[in-house]
């Protein structure tokens, strides 16, 4: 079933609202209280909206977090009933530290059609629409993931970007993308952000790489169905309680390798606000006694755009 377009504009509002109320803990050094103060406005926000939503992805599960916790039901119940994916606050050091690409995203669908991700981490593989579907491969090595996109693009392999985050569990794949003289974009956190930047060859990444969140996963998921872009994820199981924790979720192929199919099932929205200035979009601004937000919106169905609100300051 697709979603109503007259939802964009409500979910533009939620993030663009959540962003807002974190931009005056922006440098604060203070991860906790800049998350809270976006999951809060979001939460409310969305009790507010003529929907019977249910969290698929959120803070962590109810005795973990609690607010926006998976399960919670939002909305007043009168509306369609929607799953929703959030991340209040993507990129909480980017905010606390005053550092760009700080966002407000959430992802949504009709019920069901969202994958209820673990929270554990995931491996990830996302190229742009103009490669072919199978030319890449997350069971490939990343050798002939490489060449196969330099073919297909007519590059060479030291013209070619693939972005990642910089972590110690990626020594291995960033040696070898040096060994192949490929170029790197190291991010230090934010990797809904990254995946999305091969989305469009502006941002010049051919390939988006390596282990981050799963939850991350499913929200940079839908935006890329969008944008026809191919992306692939595998869940990693660490301990004894995510092992369990994934079962009780149904999930019993520990190693399956999700499609973006299998990820968001027909018509999704998406919606990323910037909170601090980034690739992707503009940070909160003040100016005239009003707040100045700009959002990155696709649905699948109608739309990719940025739009541009403006809030009186009260
Ligand atoms: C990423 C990134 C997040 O966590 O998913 C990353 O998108 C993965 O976890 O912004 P590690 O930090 O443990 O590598 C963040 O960096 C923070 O939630």
Do not use: W
Not at 123 to 149: C, Q, R, Y
Not at 183 to 210: E, H, M, Q, R, W
Not at 229 to 241: A, H, I, S, Y
Not at 287 to 302: D, G, Q, R
């Amino acid at each position: 079933m697709n979603l109503d377009k007259r939802l964009i504009d409500k979910f533009v509002d939620i993030t663009s609202c959540a962003s807002i109320a974190c931009h005056k803990y922006i440098g604060k050094n203070d991860k906790i209280i800049a998350d809270k103060a976006a999951t809060d406005a979001m939460r409310k926000s969305l009790n507010k909206l003529d929907i019977n939503g249910k969290v698929v992805i959120g803070e962590g599960e109810l005795d973990e977090a609690p607010m926006l916790y998976i399960g919670e039901k939002l909305g007043t119940g009168k509306g369609p009933s929607i799953d929703i994916a959030v991340d209040p606050l993507e990129g909480t050091n980017f905010a606390a530290k005053n550092l760009p690409g700080a966002l407000s995203v959430m992802a949504i669908s009709s019920k069901g059609n969202l994958f209820n991700a673990p929270e554990t981490y995931m491996d990830k593989l996302a190229v742009g629409k103009e490669i072919p579907k199978d030319a890449t491969d997350l069971d490939f090595s990343i050798e002939k993931n490489i060449k196969n996109i330099a073919d297909s693009k007519n590059m060479d392999l030291n013209e070619l970007t693939a972005c990642l985050l910089d972590r110690p569990r990626h020594k291995e794949i960033i040696e070898k993308l040096k060994n192949l003289k490929v170029n790197l974009k190291l991010i230090t956190d934010g990797d809904v952000s990254g995946a999305l930047l091969v989305s469009n060859p502006k941002y010049n990444v051919d390939i988006f790489i390596g282990i981050g969140g799963g939850p991350e996963g499913v929200l940079a998921a839908s935006a890329l169905d969008a944008f026809g872009c191919k992306f692939q994820g595998r869940f990693l199981f660490e301990t004894d309680k995510e092992i369990n924790r994934a079962k009780k979720m149904g999930i019993y192929d520990l190693n399956k390798k999700y499609e973006l199919e299998d990820i968001v099932r027909g018509d999704s929205i998406f919606c990323a606000t910037g909170i601090t200035s980034g690739d992707l979009v503009e940070g909160v601004k003040i100016e005239n006694n009003k707040y100045y937000t700009e959002t990155l919106v696709t649905h699948k169905n109608s739309t990719i755009d940025i739009i541009k609100k403006e809030v009186s300051i009260t």
